[in-house]
């Protein structure tokens, strides 16, 4: 499967735009992952890290599930990989975790997150409230953390994947 990576419009309305940045660092971590053996995705970064591909893959199905079904709609879905114990489990891989398991659940958290976020406009607030504030969030504020979110960890995605397997790219 090759993914397929799409420039946001230059010139479109917003939330269009928004939108368009979200989906594209989306499809950027895709994109890293692409090609590699279950092995290649579970390679920590570097010692004493246990940084992967696959667990920024699992770490960002967790935020998609957080901001949007939690935060935006006010629901309360349980965490995937993480628990009260091991609050990094998305990041503790075994030989047992796959990436079609782990590809499969972050697109089912980002398909519900666009369905959720489609419901709001972008100066709704989020039924869920802020930890330290107390205040609810503006989906266009969702957006836009999300968008760096992505950014920074394709930014960790970039430095795994060169030292996996020597590839680099924008």
């Known amino acids: 499967m090759t993914t397929q990576r799409s420039e946001p419009a230059q010139n479109a309305d917003e939330r269009t735009m928004l939108e368009g940045w979200l ?100 100066d709704d607030l989020s039924k869920g409230r802020s930890r330290s504030t107390d205040e609810p969030f503006s989906l266009r504020w969702i957006y836009t953390h999300m968008i760096e979110e992505y950014a920074r960890h394709n930014g960790h995605a970039d430095l795994i994947r060169e030292r996996v397997d020597g590839a680099t790219g924008e």
């Open 23 to 122: 989906d594209y660092h989306r499809q950027t971590l895709a994109w890293k992952c692409e090609g590699l053996t279950d092995a290649q995705l579970r390679t920590a970064s570097v010692e004493p890290s246990e940084l992967s591909l696959m667990g920024l893959v699992r770490h960002m199905a967790e935020v998609e599930r957080g901001w949007f079904r939690k935060v935006l709609a006010g629901d309360a879905p349980g965490p995937i990989y993480y628990t009260e114990e091991d609050r990094d489990g998305e990041f503790h891989l075994t030989e047992a975790d796959t990436w079609e398991e782990a590809r499969a659940t972050w697109q089912t958290e980002i398909d519900t997150a666009r369905r959720i976020a489609a419901g709001f406009a972008l």
